[in-house]
Every structure is written in structure tokens, then in C-alpha cells.
């Protein structure tokens, strides 16, 4: 409930039914970094209150007016997914959720993958930045994200994770490894604290990261996971969580290596309005 009710200059509360008594609430956040990008009015549909079969969602965003909205919906609840799948929303992706709680999972003895020579771990540099773009754009211009998989946002697809990484160098992130090879980034791992979930519940999380490995770098990215939670764990991280696709299947192997646990799967939902289709 404090998250529905949660304000924020982005926060859109939309009430449904009939003034004075309501019959339901949405609660959307509108994604102002996207909307850069990609023109259109975009929204992340986050909570919703009331009977959602007596109601259209669909309509109640249109007179809203976004174009674009995504929800995320636990794998578990089939009553909200079937009614999106009604009011035309679409399946998008599936991410699995790992967490790992450093000060308890992570002894100081456990096995660390090797990464040998010449390969060459280290802290992120400024002149590094091209070449982490360069790994960027070749991973994620066809990464079967929503991004990629969504007709709409495709074109842009590999342009909004160079626009994040780019957010992370200049300062965002709180730490950044990246892995060298003949004097060329062939991988990285770019991160940061979460702050707010420290002021929310004062726990101390790592997380909201962005990485890739080259096909040159193959074999780094468990090695790179791997100092990155040994770094958050001498930072006194209690929690750090990891999302990935469902058919990601290299990335969940590792998770599953390093020992990190399986808690949750969540639908990634998206909808067009107009004047969007889904033939754009």
C-alpha cells in the first residue's frame, strides 16, 4: 500500500469508476529517460487497486495519454495476466530473479573462477569508455530483450542500453570492473548501490547492473560476477539481486556456480495505444 500511494513528480494516479466513490486505482510512473528516446508517451503500470474485471485499464491509460506502457506481473498470478492478455497487452519477456546475501553466502574462501592470462581484470578507467560502448552495441543490438523483442522498440533497442551505460560512466554507477584483453575491453560489469531501498528498509543492496561479455571474452563474466559481489560484501552489502531472461541460459549457469539463490519469476507485459500498432 505505501507503494501505490507513494508521490513523486513522475507518478500518475489514475482513479476508475464514478466520482466521489472510486471503484479502482493505477498507479503509473512515467518513463521520461524512454520517452527521450523513443518520442511517445511511455508508462510503467506498477500497482493496481480494485476489481480489475469490472474496469478497462486499457481505456483508463488511453485517456491518460500514453502510447506505451509496460507492467510487470509475477508468474504466479494468473488472474492478472489473463485479464492484460483481455485489455491487449502483450508478452514481452520472462526474467528470473536471483539474489545472493553476501555478509552470510559469501565466505572468504569461496572458490573463485580463473580468469588467466593474458586476460587482465580491473576497476573501469576513462579511456576505457569506447571500448565498453563498443561492447554494448555489439551484445544488445540484437539481445532478445523486450527492448529487441517489442516491434516498436526495436530500432532504438540497442541505442537505450548505450544511453544507460553511458548514464553509469558519467557517474551513475558506484562501481564499474571490466575485463582487458591485448589492451581491449572484451567485458565488463557496471553497478551501483541501492539507495533506495537502504531509506526504505535499511538494508544495504547492491544491484540495477549492466554488463556483457564478448565473444573474445568468453569465460569472464562469471569471473567478473564473482569480484563484484566479493567487492559488495567487503562494502558491508546484507543483499544484492540479479535479473536475467529466462533463455539466458549461459548467465543462469552461472548464477547457479556462484552459488546465487532462485526467488522469484516475473511476465514483462507491454501495450500499444494509439496511434502505435502492433505492426510498427
Avoid at 48 to 64: E, N, Q, V, Y
Avoid at 144 to 151: H, K, V
Avoid at 209 to 220: L, M, N, V
Amino acid at each position: 500500500m505505501d507503494g501505490l500511494l507513494e508521490e513523486g513528480p513522475h507518478i500518475r494516479k489514475i482513479w476508475l469508476g464514478d466520482d466521489p466513490s472510486p471503484r479502482g486505482l493505477l498507479r503509473v510512473v512515467d518513463l521520461k529517460w524512454d520517452e527521450s528516446i523513443y518520442k511517445v508517451r511511455m508508462g510503467h503500470l506498477t500497482h493496481t487497486l480494485g476489481p480489475i474485471s469490472t474496469f478497462s485499464i486499457r481505456d483508463a491509460l488511453a485517456d491518460a495519454g500514453y502510447c506505451h506502457v509496460v507492467t510487470r506481473v509475477d508468474a504466479s498470478d494468473f488472474t492478472l495476466q489473463r485479464r492484460l492478455l483481455e485489455e491487449g497487452f502483450f508478452l514481452a519477456d520472462t526474467l528470473l530473479t536471483y539474489i545472493t546475501l553476501p555478509l552470510s553466502d559469501w565466505p572468504a574462501d569461496k572458490k573463485c573462477p580463473t580468469l588467466d592470462p593474458p586476460f587482465v581484470i580491473r576497476d573501469y578507467e576513462p579511456r576505457d569508455r569506447r571500448g565498453v560502448l563498443e561492447v554494448i552495441h555489439r551484445m544488445y543490438s540484437r539481445y532478445p530483450s523486450r527492448y529487441y523483442l517489442d516491434p516498436f522498440l526495436r530500432e532504438h533497442s540497442a541505442e537505450r542500453y548505450t544511453s544507460w551505460m553511458e548514464k553509469y560512466l558519467d557517474g551513475e554507477a558506484d562501481k564499474t570492473l571490466v575485463v582487458e584483453l591485448d589492451g581491449k575491453v572484451t567485458a565488463f560489469l557496471s553497478f551501483k548501490y541501492d539507495r533506495r531501498l537502504y531509506q526504505r528498509t535499511q538494508i544495504r543492496c547492491y544491484g540495477a547492473g549492466i554488463g556483457a561479455s564478448s565473444a573474445e571474452g568468453r569465460g569472464a563474466y562469471s569471473r567478473i560476477l564473482y569480484d563484484a559481489i566479493q567487492y559488495a560484501a567487503e562494502m558491508g552489502a546484507e543483499y544484492g539481486e540479479f535479473d536475467t531472461q529466462i533463455d539466458n541460459y549461459g548467465v543462469l549457469r552461472i548464477y547457479h556456480q556462484l552459488g546465487l539463490r532462485y526467488v522469484r519469476a516475473q511476465h514483462t507485459f507491454h501495450l500499444h495505444l494509439p496511434p502505435l500498432s502492433l505492426q510498427e
